[in-house]
């Protein structure tokens, strides 16, 4: 700030208000329907203080879910979501620090040609190949389970990417004296590089947990059963009733529910997100 | 390519370390893509049982269906109303926060969240306030006497996935638009603040050009999140309808490949969209590579 005006604080502050109210209003109104009955929905406005359904709506929900739809409990699809989103998470870090390892500390023929294919997959996102996706997976025998879910999604490039940046940018003088002292690539790798990595570990693993939680076009073409369903995919099924007015109360408290776990995340972890995110951009 | 001085020596580690990437790669992604290629040139006929090479027609076909220019004009829509509407606001917001001295931090959880909604959860949440017959916004735009129906009006309809995906975006915009801002030193504006420059003045000829490589990144970022990352938005909503009006254009492939079952539209349709993803990617890196170098 260059110069004190009075004005131009009070509109900013406006502006932020504003903003914030912009962000909080649908989640606000999503909180309160969580907590009215099925009949505030018949007819009228939806409401807008609270009501007195939170308990009855809430443990319905988490034991029972909603049979019309076919949607199980929501106790079931906050576990597949969590297996979903870890598995991912860890699964990419996984994977990506060890080809960047070996791309960056290791000369071997291919070298190039293994870099190049991993950087090509930032430009197929699974919208552009769907149907044949869905094959492969369908003819490995992996429809409808936690394997088809997360392994044809745990290469990872920006991954790769930002680890053999981290890397690269480790004095070389470390390795050496590791190898001086005897140490072989692995130990190197576990007792150097891993504990030198940890916060480029714990930003990656803050986005990739939401991006693996969040994900909907994937799931949606994998799960046949409802045994496989996660939260966000199951709040779809939900609303998508063709002749009966949806259970909105229901259908709320489980957008609460699916909501809750990735932004506490966030909020807690603000720090870690940012830098992930602005690392993974890079 | 850049690597240490000193490499490790060893003939199968490094193959077996970069293996599990590798593998998932080729099956995953470049066998499907490879697939979808070939099928573009491919017909199928209505039983499935025999295919027959066709050149070029399933492209012809496709740019000359009508529903599929829809498409192309719908996506340029949505993706410029995603991109104006969640640049603005966070940059409005981010110049906002540059001002804030003490409460910069609180402003910035609060709005930062919305990053971690799934856009099927954001969708669903819009779709509810804007039910015609019990929304809040339906109720508030009857008394100003426009009868709003999402289901009947393709403009509504558009309104509604539009504010859902952007709501998503802002928070992602916002923090780059912070760290853009943090980066301008304070001394040019001081200095044009000394010259008689009022805040408007600096905000034209200091602040914006010197926030255009963040603004340029923005929007090849946000392009790709219009265009790829908002299935969930449309599929969880509108469903592309009424009468295709939100049809983008991965909400298309989806429904012409997996439920109307047209392998060789949909086929084409995907390498259509691969050269969109290959042209934006380079794009991007072309930029990058020149952001390192000043």
């Known amino acids: ?282 | 390519m850049s690597t240490k001085r000193n490499t490790f020596r060893h003939r199968t580690l490094p193959y077996l370390l970069i293996a599990p990437q590798l593998v998932v790669t080729l099956v995953f992604f470049m066998w499907p893509a490879a697939q979808a290629v070939i099928q573009s040139f491919q017909q199928e006929d209505a039983f499935g049982l025999s295919t027959t090479w066709v050149g070029f027609q399933n492209y012809q076909a496709l740019f000359a269906d009508p529903d599929y220019l829809n498409a192309l004009k719908v996506t340029v829509v949505f993706t410029l109303g995603v991109t104006a509407m969640s640049l603005g606001l966070a940059l409005l917001l981010a110049l906002a926060v540059d001002r804030m001295v003490k409460s910069a931090t609180v402003y910035t959880t609060l709005l930062v969240w919305p990053y971690a909604v799934a856009p099927a959860v954001s969708g669903v949440m819009w779709w509810f306030m804007f039910n015609p017959t019990i929304g809040i916004f339906p109720y508030l735009l009857r008394m100003v006497g426009y009868d709003w129906n999402h289901g009947l009006h393709g403009t509504d309809a558009m309104i509604l996935v539009v504010l859902a995906a952007s709501w998503n975006q802002i928070s992602y915009n916002f923090l780059f638009f912070v760290a853009g801002l943090q980066s301008i030193p304070a001394s040019l504006r001081e200095a044009a603040a000394i010259d008689g420059a009022g805040p408007a003045k600096r905000f034209w000829t200091i602040t914006l050009p010197l926030l255009s490589p963040t603004t340029f990144f923005l929007l090849v970022v946000n392009f790709v999140y219009a265009m790829f990352n908002t299935f969930a938005t449309i599929h969880a909503t509108t469903q592309g309808g009424p009468a295709g009006s939100t049809n983008i254009l991965v909400y298309k492939v989806f429904n012409d490949g997996f439920i109307g079952l047209n392998l060789g539209s949909s086929s084409a349709q995907s390498v259509v969209l691969l050269f969109i993803v290959i042209a934006l990617t380079v794009v991007q890196f072309a930029w990058v590579e020149r952001r390192v170098q000043y």
């Open chain 1, 1 to 282: 700030m260059v110069e004190n005006r009075r004005f131009l604080n009070i509109l900013a502050h406006l502006v932020l208000i504003l903003g914030v109210a912009f962000v909080a209003f649908p989640v606000y109104i999503a909180l309160i329907a969580s907590t009215h009955g099925q009949n505030d929905f018949l007819s009228g406005v939806i409401p807008l203080l609270p009501g007195h359904d939170t308990i009855r709506n809430y443990s319905a929900m988490m034991t029972q879910g909603l049979a019309s739809s076919g949607a199980p409990p929501l106790w079931l699809m906050l576990g597949n979501s969590l297996i979903m989103a870890l598995s991912i998470s860890i699964g990419k870090i996984a994977i990506s620090i060890i080809s960047a390892f070996a791309i960056v500390y290791f000369r071997f023929p291919g070298r190039m040609i293994a870099f190049w294919l991993i950087f090509v997959t930032l430009m197929l996102p699974v919208e552009v190949r769907i149907l044949p996706t869905y094959k492969v997976v369908a003819e490995l025998g992996m429809l409808n389970t936690y394997a088809g879910l997360t392994v044809p999604l745990i290469a990872s490039a920006t991954a790769t990417f930002l680890f053999r940046q981290v890397f690269l940018t480790i004095p070389e003088e470390l390795m050496e004296a590791a190898r001086i002292d005897g140490a072989g690539p692995m130990k190197f790798f576990w007792d150097i590089l891993l504990p030198l990595s940890r916060t480029n570990i714990a930003a990656l693993f803050v986005i990739l947990f939401i991006y693996g939680w969040n994900q909907y076009l994937w799931p949606l073409l994998v799960t046949t059963g409802t045994d496989h369903y996660t939260i966000v995919l199951g709040i779809k099924r939900m609303a998508d009733i063709a002749d009966q007015q949806p259970e909105w109360n229901f259908i709320m408290s489980t957008v609460v529910l699916a909501m809750v776990p990735p932004v506490l995340v966030v909020i807690f972890m603000q720090r870690l997100f940012v830098k992930g995110l602005i690392e993974t951009e890079k």
